[in-house]
């Protein structure tokens, strides 16, 4: 009998022990879900409790990823994600990425694949490039390395543009400097162009150019002016010259003005930029932009100027184009702003106002035009 309880009371031991060490793994493997904090002593510990819960075959993510609650919005998930990417040590960021190797566009999983790898490269760029590098599928290895680019720039934009340099495919090269180059648009335009000029000519060039001689006109616009006028390619200059009036008429409308009729051909370019600066130039000094407006003579140019002036003026003092109208000599400077004029007020439902401007045109064709568009407004506008 004694023999017997004793065999019985082994085995109850066994059971509570296994039991135990049942709990201490269950324990282990919550722990890998994300938590609040990241600091030393969860640092400390991250790469045992990582490797405890890892499954071979299986991402240690998949667990938490899977309990994402489902959502259209996305953002949804981004405290979870932001937090379980810093939980990971950053001995282990790189079995995690390959674990996360093959997830699919705008997964949960992808998105964490991003946060890590913009983790590491704040924490070893040259670690996180050097793993990009040896990606094979051509999709996820385009991604990351723009990732790793990008990022790397945002604090050393210098060393991403050489390791950018180095890689072994020109066409991944130069599209991963193109990208460096749109990312420092912004902060640093001069060193932009700086890149632009080791890129292959093309649109994406014309582009980027124009984008960063705009950037430099911001601060330096005579300097930009005539550097953009230098440029030698005619897609390219026109597109730097057109940027370079528009960043211009934001802080000196006048100056933009009479340099883009003296450096810009007739055409949809000067057009544009006609355009452009009309609307920065009424939001302004309205009176000065008409002024320049008056001088352009009969002219499509004038037209389109004109609408815009009178819009972009009716905004900010609906009086004022009335005044400004009333000064002009008869003709047909001022029987285009009448009917302009009148079209403004009759988008406030002013029939009345708009139809006395109408009958100010002198033109018999011109006001007939302008009541028929006014009335085809007027029946296409719901009753308020």
């Known amino acids: 009998m004694k023999a017997r309880l004793a065999i019985l009371g082994a085995i109850v031991a066994m059971l509570a022990l296994a039991l135990r060490q049942n709990i201490v ?4 493997e919550v722990r890998v879900e994300i ?11 991250g790469t045992a409790t990582f490797a405890a819960s890892h499954a071979r075959g299986a991402s240690r993510f998949d667990g938490v990823l899977a309990a994402l609650p489902a959502t259209e919005n996305t953002d949804n998930w981004t405290p979870t994600l932001d937090r379980l990417a810093d939980s990971v040590p950053s001995d282990a960021l790189a079995d995690s990425l390959r674990e996360l190797t093959g997830a699919e566009a705008d997964s949960p999983s992808a998105m964490l694949r991003e946060r890590l790898l913009r983790r590491w490269t704040r924490l070893a760029p040259e ?85 960063a001689a705009g950037g430099w006109a911001m601060r330096d616009p005579q300097g930009a002016a005539e550097w953009a006028r230098s440029l030698s390619t005619e897609g390219g ?66 037209r389109i100027a004109l609408d815009n002036l009178l819009v972009n003026w009716f905004v900010n003092d609906i009086q004022g184009p009335a005044h400004w109208i009333e000064s002009l000599q008869a003709g047909l400077l001022r029987d285009l702003s009448a009917a302009s004029y009148a079209r403004q007020l009759a988008s406030l439902d002013e029939p009345g106002q708009a139809t ?29």
């Open 35 to 45: 938590p609040e904090s990241t600091g030393t002593s969860a640092r400390a510990t």
């Open 237 to 302: 200059r026109a597109g730097a010259l057109e940027s370079v009036v528009v960043s211009w008429a934001g802080t000196d409308a006048s100056a933009a003005a009479g340099f883009a009729l003296e450096n810009l051909p007739p055409g949809e370019v000067l057009d544009r930029v006609v355009v452009a600066v009309v609307q920065r130039w009424a939001q302004s000094d309205p009176w000065s932009a008409a002024g320049w407006v008056e001088h352009f003579g009969p002219s499509g140019l004038q």
């Open 25 to 28: 793994v269950t324990r282990r």
């Open 127 to 211: 670690g996180a490039a050097a793993f990009v590098v040896g990606i094979t599928d051509p999709a996820e290895r385009g991604e990351a390395l723009l990732q790793v680019a990008v990022a790397w720039a945002e604090s050393d934009l210098s060393a991403a543009a050489d390791w950018v340099r180095s890689l072994s495919n020109e066409s991944e090269s130069d599209e991963l400097l193109l990208q460096l180059a749109h990312e420092a648009v912004r902060t640093e335009p001069l060193r932009a162009l700086e890149l632009s000029a080791e890129l292959p000519p093309g649109p994406p060039l014309d582009e980027l150019v124009a984008q």
């Open 356 to 384: 006395a401007w109408l009958n100010l045109i002198a033109d018999t064709d011109l006001r007939r035009r302008a009541v028929e568009t006014i009335a085809a407004f007027n029946s296409t506008t719901p009753a308020h």
